[in-house]
């Protein structure tokens, strides 16, 4: 059980028919329970890549598989694939359409062959995941607040009862409480449903706080896959390519250039306040 | 004189339903006064739906007041007559790099400005020129806008409004969609211009972060002003700033929850810097 890419590039041509590489010998698996975040500078690969995944793109060289299948093989189900693993593109709230919030999130599943009866009792489940109550079902999309929308978005997703979560900067242009509200629902999704999570981020304390495993993106190739701690302890190589490496690791640099002993590895803010309070209990 | 005064400003809109008894009056900003001055560097902060975004689009009358005016350098908005000049010297950058991007090559894009106000030919190309040099853009001047990052394509933006030489710029959200790198290229041309040039900058954002290059943050809320004074000022109620649905910056929350837990540190920390001085001195 698996997504895994073996040797992709995906080229193409521009107006000089010059070869661009958007993605260049990826090799990667994602295996079912993880919880992953995508980082990388614009244009390094990371849309390309995750359109990969569930073969929305095609590699111009190497071969996906889901659970061992090759997805390009002719016999593929590959309708049957995007519904096991949904991609919540960037404000996908421009894609809302319906006139109630209910019919837009029953869209999918009714697209996929459900009835309307079952479709509804699917997208209410999914609305009160991502928590919009009963008495909004019936109203429309486009009367909600931008952070309420972007989850009446996600719901449409999850109403595809999908076993692989892809979002794509899913909390661009929130506030911070809807910020919070996304990741939470993504971090509930993943501990209670052993939903598979993937997410590109901008922000490296966000990956910090909620993933376990990170890939960075360069140039379309993979420049670390690993641990975040581990990867987090590239903190130049991240700074070449235009990434950092989160607020409080550098925080405890600083503390430990002044004589302040802290782990190094330090990533969120709990872990600093633990470590902080930690040296200072022991001096009195 | 100020160059921007806000008095007693409401703005109301109306959303349709299905029908007409569907009818809902929704107030955006709720009497609010503001009074900006010359070289002011403002961050406006505040949760979706504030009308924080409503503040700024009234400053170039983008929105008009339904009660109460708003004057740039003294012109009424409210005034038709008024509107071009108002424009010229207050431009507004948007969100979304690529909404805001007409031309087909990066230099007849920052061109479009001044030759609207109707400038002579070499006029133009001066402008083009140094506002191209201001953003540190010079090199793609031939370049097709669709070839840049959100980045480079914000400072096209910012060019564009550079070449009318405004005395305000308006930032909606002008990172929100770029990447650590394009952000920190795009917050160090605003505070450069703002330093240098003396444009007073007013900047809608979420992030606290950058907020700390303001000299002065409005926070506001359901419409209203909820908060206005100096980073420091701001930053230190952080029980106030959770209860608006807002964050602070990473150093002062570290530090509030450090205070929670009896170490006694100042409220006015806001950087790494500043928690790194005051945390060193207890070892």
Known sequence: MSIRLEHVD??????????????????LEINPGEFIGIAGHTGSGKSTLIQHFNGLMQPTNGNVYFDGKNIYENDFDLRGLRGKVGICFQYPEHQLFEVTI???????????????????????????????????????????????????????????????????????????????????LLKRLHETKKMTIIFVSHSMEDV????????????????????????????????????????????????????????????????????????LRKKR | MSILQVKNLVHKYITVGDSEEDKQEVTAIDDIDISVEKGEFIAILGKNGSGKSSLAKHINGLLMPTEGAVYVKGMDTRDKRNLLNIRQNAGIVFQNPDNQIVGTIVEEDVAFGPENMGMPVEDIWDRVTSALEGVGMTAYKEASPNHLSGGQKQRIAIAGIMAMEPECIILDEPTAMLDPKGRRHVLSLVKALNREKKITMLMVTHHMEEVLLA????????????????????????????????????AAELAWQLRQEGVPLSETITTREELVEELCQFV
């Open chain 1, 208 to 279: 910090a706080s909620y993933v376990q495993r990170m890939i960075v993106m360069n140039h379309g190739e993979v420049l670390f896959d690993g641990d975040k701690r581990e990867v987090f302890s590239h903190q130049k190589e991240l700074e070449e390519v235009g990434l950092s490496v989160p607020f409080y690791r550098y925080l405890a640099e600083d503390l430990n250039q002044r004589g302040f002993t802290v782990s190094k590895d330090i990533l969120t803010m709990e872990e600093a306040k633990e470590a902080i309070l930690k040296v």
């Open chain 1, 102 to 184: 209910l019919d837009d999130v029953c869209f999918g599943p009714m697209n996929f062959g459900k009835t309307r009866e079952e479709a509804e009792i699917i997208a209410k489940k999914a609305l009160l995941d991502v928590g919009m109550s009963e008495e909004m079902l019936q109203k429309s999309p486009f009367e909600l607040s931008g952070g309420q929308k972007r989850r009446v978005a996600i719901a449409g997703i999850l109403a595809m009862e999908p076993e692989y979560f892809i979002l794509d900067e899913p909390t661009a242009g929130l506030d911070p409480v809807g910020r919070g509200q996304i990741l939470n």
């Open chain 2, 215 to 250: 000299d002065r943050i409005i926070v506001m809320d359901h419409g209203r002003i909820a908060m206005d004074g100096t980073p420091k000022e701001v930053f230190s109620k952080v029980d106030e700033m959770k209860q608006l649905g807002l964050e602070v910056p990473y």
């Open chain 1, 10 to 27: 995906y080229i193409y041509e521009d107006n000089s028919n010059q070869k661009n590489y958007a993605l260049k010998d990826v090799n």
